[in-house]
T-cell receptor, first 112, second 112 residues
Framework: RKEVEQDPGPFNVPEGATVAFNCTYSNSASQSFFWYRQDCRKEPKLLMSVYSSGNEDGRFTAQLNRASQYISLLIRDSKLSDSATYLCVVNVRKDSSYKLIFGSGTRLLVRP | SQTIHQWPATLVQPVGSPLSLECTVEGTSNPNLYWYRQAAGRGLQLLFYSVGIGQISSEVPQNLSASRPQDRQFILSSKKLLLSDSGFYLC???????????FGSGTRLTVV
């Protein structure tokens, strides 16, 4: 079983749509959680951290359910520029260091 | 401000040739440094991480090695490349604590 699992998509949605991505993780000792965005042939960039209380950044809302080991990302009013791959990321403490474990990503295509 | 540099951006190497990829970080001291690889259409795989000079942890057995000769320098090497070493290599650093990482712009390696 993968440590972080995501639906690979692609999610093909029209501009203005609301789309939600889900992610599950297997390590209950996971410390912190993130969503990263990766454009084609580029490096991943941090989109937002995910907090247990849920957090919002403009059109983006992230939720964490520690009991179910489940993370979500909601994008409202999708823009063409939102087209990218969204990576669910879990920070795990091992020995004396932290490591980020990445999901394989969910691809989003926003069409005009 | 902190920046991370990787070079070269692209590299085409024959099978059996050596490899050396360099990553440097500016504007911070004693960063945790990481090497990831992303095969075509796949997720990011953690290869190595380092918490300090001369300290290297390997995540998966493979044809690669890493070294950290200076505080802000992280090098990925191979003595003899294999076709399966092709991929997108990304260096990342973490400032400390329970935070996400910042990635370099990556090196796209094609072994022919």
């Amino acid at each position: 079983r993968k440590e972080v699992e995501q639906d690979p998509g692609p999610f093909n949605v029209p501009e203005g749509a609301t789309v939600a991505f889900n992610c599950t993780y297997s390590n209950s000792a996971s410390q912190s959680f993130f969503w990263y965005r990766q454009d084609c042939r580029k490096e991943p960039k941090l989109l937002m951290s995910v907090y247990s209380s849920g957090n919002e950044d403009g059109r983006f809302t992230a939720q964490l359910n520690r009991a179910s080991q489940y993370i979500s990302l909601l994008i409202r009013d999708s823009k063409l520029s939102d087209s990218a791959t969204y990576l669910c990321v879990v920070n795990v403490r091992k020995d004396s260091s932290y490591k980020l474990i990445f999901g394989s990503g969910t691809r989003l295509l926003v069409r005009p | 401000s902190q920046t991370i540099h990787q070079w070269p951006a692209t590299l085409v190497q024959p099978v059996g040739s050596p490899l050396s990829l360099e990553c440097t970080v500016e504007g911070t001291s004693n960063p945790n440094l990481y090497w990831y690889r992303q095969a075509a259409g796949r997720g990011l795989q953690l290869l190595f991480y380092s918490v300090g000079i001369g300290q290297i942890s390997s995540e998966v057995p493979q044809n690669l090695s890493a070294s950290r000769p200076q505080d802000r320098q992280f090098i990925l090497s191979s003595k003899k490349l294999l076709l399966s070493d092709s991929g997108f290599y990304l260096c990342a650093w973490r400032a400390g604590g329970n935070y996400g990482y910042t990635f370099g712009s990556g090196t796209r390696l094609t072994v022919v």
